[in-house]
């Protein structure tokens, strides 16, 4: 499986943004999904993770009520909605996934093995 993200850029705050990550192959639908971000000197941090069928998400406190995922299985495609960014939201993003773990635990932390990630994009929130 091979991801890709797109829809990154530059953004002022209070606007809105929505990042995509398109999956190749057949067995996306058995994934559970992840978007994370790294800031310049900073490490890696989770954001929000949604469950294999779309029906269970978890959110950082930090985005909960501003960022909303979602997947579409039949387009092998998970969307990050991005509203009302602030310029501490300003990152690379990263999409990963995962046949093993559950949302939830990619919630609590264990995403670091995660089995594939994909290439960042950069969003950049101006003030």
């Known amino acids: 499986v091979q991801l890709q993200a797109s829809g990154g850029g530059l953004v002022q705050a209070g606007g809105s943004l929505r990042l995509s990550c398109a999956a190749s192959g057949r067995t996306f639908s058995t994934y559970a999904m992840g978007w994370f971000r790294q800031a310049p000197g900073k490490e890696r941090e989770f954001v929000v993770a949604?469950?294999?069928?779309?029906?269970?998400?978890y959110y950082a406190d930090s985005v909960k009520g501003r960022f909303t995922i979602s997947r579409d299985n039949a387009k092998n495609t998970v969307y990050l909605q991005m509203n009302s960014p602030k310029p501490e939201d300003t990152a690379v993003y990263y999409c990963?996934?995962?046949?093993?773990?559950?949302?939830?635990?990619?919630?609590?932390?264990?995403?670091?093995?995660?089995?594939?990630w994909g290439k960042g994009t950069q969003v950049t929130v101006s003030s």
């Open positions: 990963a996934g995962d046949a093993s773990l559950s949302a939830r635990q990619i919630y609590e932390g264990y995403f670091y093995g995660m089995d594939y």
């Open positions: 949604i469950s294999r069928s779309g029906g269970s998400t």
